[in-house]
């Protein structure tokens, strides 16, 4: 068996069995060795995370799968990536970026209906319904089984109408998404409809929702997954702003809470 069919086999395991698991979200080599150390099961890719590592406000597809390959190289967990919207409109463009993934390591991926357009936010409901399906058609035919993640975006992008969401994930559910994920909610009671509204696993970010929900609470109304996003990348870099900023005021009382360096190094491999 091979490497890439070994992890696909453990990720489509975390999605069948009981209660919900964790998958948080490196951005570098670095930070996927300390997640893995840490006893974290699976990894997720984050756009905004690979955006802040580069000091962009984007990423483009190439940098995409570039990062995509560091993590899965540096970790042996199974790793899902963040495609955003495929890098393309055209229902088959997007679906390359599958394909490519798959090609760079990841078991796993998610395509959102999020164009990038401020005049549009997400794509018409026939459009995103058919990028999906051209999604799951490359991701079948894939030598291993890959995970397809369909994203409906409405909640982040203005569309507070939890209807619509619904009605998109049961139709990419329909389509034979394998997760449905509708990041932007916040309360447990919105996130427990949207549960029961589909049959297939569900991915929830706490990036965007109500930091008072816990794990448990989480998997009793039937969530699958939970990811964070951003969060983690966002959480490091307010460190290093406020330290930087104590530094130029000149002072230097961050240095009290600096981290181990032999915790750091015991989760990285010994160099030959």
Known sequence: MSEQMEKAKIFQALHAREGAFLIPNPWDAGTARLLQHLGFEALATTSLGVANMLGQRHVTAEQTLENLRAISTASNLPVNVDLENGFADAPDAAARMITRAAENG????????????????????????????????????????????????????GDTDLDDVIKRLQAFEKAGADVLYAPGLKSLADIRTVVQSVTKPINVVMGQADPSITLPELATVGVKRISIGGALSRLALKAFMDGAKEMREGRFDFVRNLGSIEDLRSAFPTSE
Request: a negative charge; aromatic letters at 12%; zero cysteines.
């Open 106 to 157: 990841a078991v796993g991926g998610s395509i959102e209906d999020y164009t990038g357009s401020k005049n549009q936010p997400v794509y018409d409901f026939n459009l995103a319904v058919e990028r999906v399906e051209a999604s799951i058609a490359a991701a079948r035919a894939l030598p291993f089984p890959f995970l397809f993640t369909a994203r409906a975006e409405g909640m982040l992008h």
